[in-house]
């Protein structure tokens, strides 16, 4: 195997066969690199779709007031249904299987300024569950508590946005901004980095506090639970468990889908799931495919090539080649033009996602990457059966009489 | 060094069978200069193949070198040939994508010879031949007789004890088949044996014992009485 003298030999011959030697290389690079692009492509989409839930919890049911658009038990369509404090309050005690719940109460275009800087920012009123529901990321300080929520406190939770707007490079902790006029302290710096950016133009304080400071009495403009680590089934179960109650709550037709709005993240999750599921396996049976086809010209290749030397193979069996000389001649050719190739088209191709994943960003594509162990093992793979497609026929060649071999013209 | 005790040869072409050889007895001492004449089909290639193990007689003894040649598997075969034998042939068998040195050098290859010693001996033997400027050719660089020397040169590299020769210049024109038995001749006198199949007449008639072959027996095994030194042959033209 390290007989210089050997590989020199070998050398000799592929530098002398460049044609031959590219066409072998290349069908096995083209196999490899397709498998690379393939599987990078792949898990470049997963990862897209996956970011786009990335921003708030997967495992959350939203919900939202809604207008009936059925008669029931009385009362006319075109209902208006608010939720309230009540509301939070029997969900929270009443539903089983709740992780983290949260209320949600919008004040839209309110003014925020800090010394002369000012902004028209949304304030969102919710519970302290709500850091959870929404992952958000804290710079500095500390989200909404309870103390906020049971005393009411001016305390206000900022975006960076909102901090670089206002503060500039000033550390915005502790300071008071005025909102509509009114000082509320700063307790922490946020980001929401799922890419929207109306998610960022916005500051938290705590809903009790919201209701009082801007008049919204007990209202609640919609309401967000999580469902811990409960699978689709029993998230629907759930979801259907909140429809039955709120129905029964506000008396409004249980079948009416627009007096309450619901959106359940756990089920269009599993169907994301499933679906990159189906493209991950759809992905692997092109990827396969390739390989097969990379197999199939290497073997073709190396029956050729074999065909191609029985001659060479007859004059030097004469010239005194051993059968086994003669196999190990054509096997570690194969074996180095595969290996060399196959590293090739990966490095090619990983060069190739590199590249893309640098300059291709889009919220549906990202970070492209592929499992070097499934491209070393493709590599190999294409190794061995162009090896085991040079040993067939090369050990048929080593076995035929030199003189049939020296007849092959 | 070579011996036929009835050697029988056979070749099966689909349901009928091909008799060759119909008992040959031969012998070759070292050192002679023999051809081996016979019209086409009289078995006077297969007789050679079956001598330099390029083929498997069917029946009889084969003594090669006083050694009974008997049930070789190719390997053991392969290192008989690359010790013993050396092969020039009709069509030269040149490796195409090799340089006239490196063909020289392929059967020190398979001696275990590095590439430096062994190319070192081939620029010897080139020049033996005279072709020590065309060692960096390709042999479809070169004429026909400069192949045939390049191969006689290849034989020659191995140091062998027996030269197999078929039809070596029946793809050259009359004076490189001079050229090349002036070789040939040469090589004899060093102490080599040489066994060429020829069908002309004025070819083997430079060696020193011609057998002929008929209908895959030996017809007629005669000491070659014209045989003149290849000196004084030199001299008479």
Avoid: C
């Amino acid at each position: 195997m390290f007989d210089i003298d050997k590989w020199q030999e070998i050398f000799n011959t592929i530098e002398k066969n460049k044609l031959r030697t590219f066409l072998t290389g290349f069908s096995v690079a083209w196999g490899i690199f397709m498998l690379i692009i393939l599987q990078g492509s792949g898990i470049g989409l997963q990862k897209g779709v996956e970011n786009q839930f990335r921003s708030s919890a997967t495992n959350a049911i939203w919900i939202w007031n809604g207008q009936t658009s059925k008669p029931y038990k009385g009362n006319k369509p075109g209902r208006n249904i608010r939720m309230k404090n009540e509301d939070y309050d029997y969900l929270n005690a009443h539903v089983d299987g709740l992780d983290q719940i949260s209320g949600r109460f919008h004040v839209w275009s309110n003014v925020l300024a800090y010394k002369k800087q000012s902004g028209s920012y949304t304030i969102r009123g919710v519970h302290p569950d709500y850091q959870k529901v929404e992952k958000l990321s804290l710079l500095s300080g500390r989200f909404l508590n309870e103390n906020d929520q049971r005393f009411k406190q001016k305390n206000v939770l900022i975006s960076k946005l909102v901090s670089d707007a206002l503060f500039k490079a000033e550390d915005p902790l502790g300071k008071y901004i005025r909102i509509n006029g009114i000082p509320f302290k700063v307790v922490g710096v946020f980001v929401d980095d799922d890419g929207r950016d109306d998610n960022m133009q916005l500051v938290y304080i705590s809903i009790a506090t919201a209701q009082t400071v801007f008049g919204g009495e007990r209202d609640i403009h919609g309401m967000v639970v999580t469902v811990g680590d409960a699978n689709e089934k029993e998230a629907k179960k759930i979801e259907d468990d909140i429809k039955a109650k709120m129905a029964n709550l506000h008396r409004y037709d249980p079948e009416d889908e627009n007096a309450m709005f619901f959106w359940n993240s756990v089920e269009e999750f599993t169907k994301f799931q499933k679906l990159f599921a189906s493209i991950r396996l759809f992905i692997w049976v092109i990827g396969i495919g390739t390989i097969i086809a990379g197999v199939v010209g290497v073997s073709n290749i190396m029956m050729i090539v074999v065909k191609d030397r029985t001659k060479e193979i007859g004059i030097r069996k004469a010239l005194g080649a051993t059968p086994g000389s003669i196999i190990s001649l054509i096997l570690q050719e194969a074996v180095l033009i595969t290996a060399f190739a196959g590293y090739f088209g990966l490095v090619i191709g990983v060069g190739l996602l590199e590249l893309v994943s640098e300059h291709i960003q889009t919220p549906f594509f990202r970070e492209p990457e592929v499992d070097i162990s499934v491209a070393i093992g493709a590599t190999l793979l294409l190794i061995i059966a162009g090896a085991l497609a040079g040993f067939i026929p090369a050990r048929r060649a080593a076995a035929i009489k030199p003189i049939e071999a020296l007849r092959d013209e | 060094m070579i011996k036929f005790n009835g050697i029988h040869k056979s070749y099966q072409t689909g349901n009928s069978s091909l008799h060759v050889l119909k008992g040959i007895d031969l012998e070759v001492t070292s050192g002679e200069m023999v051809a081996v004449m016979g019209s086409s089909g009289s078995g006077k290639s297969t007789l050679l193949n079956i001598i330099g193990l390029l083929d498997v007689h069917d029946g009889g003894d084969y003594y090669l070198d006083g050694k009974l040649v008997k049930d070789l598997n190719e390997t053991k075969a392969a290192q008989l040939r690359n010790k013993h034998l050396g092969f020039v042939f009709q069509s030269f068998n040149l490796i195409s994508f090799k340089n006239a040195v490196e063909n020289v050098a392929l059967p020190l290859y398979y001696q275990g010879i590095t590439r430096r010693k062994r190319n070192k001996i081939a620029m010897e033997y080139l020049e033996k031949v005279g072709l020590l400027p065309w060692s960096d050719h390709l042999p479809n660089e070169l004429s026909g007789g400069q192949k045939q020397r390049l191969a006689i040169a290849r034989a020659l590299i191995g140091n062998p004890k027996v030269i197999l020769a078929d039809e070596p210049t029946g793809a050259l024109d009359s004076v490189t088949s001079q050229e090349v038995m002036e070789l040939f001749t040469q090589i004899n006198k060093s102490g080599i044996t040489i066994i060429i199949v020829t069908h002309e007449n004025d070819i083997a008639h430079q060696t020193q014992r011609i057998i002929r072959l008929h209908d895959g027996k030996i017809e007629k095994d005669h000491k070659n009485g014209h045989f003149v030194p290849h000196t004084e042959f030199a001299k008479t033209i």
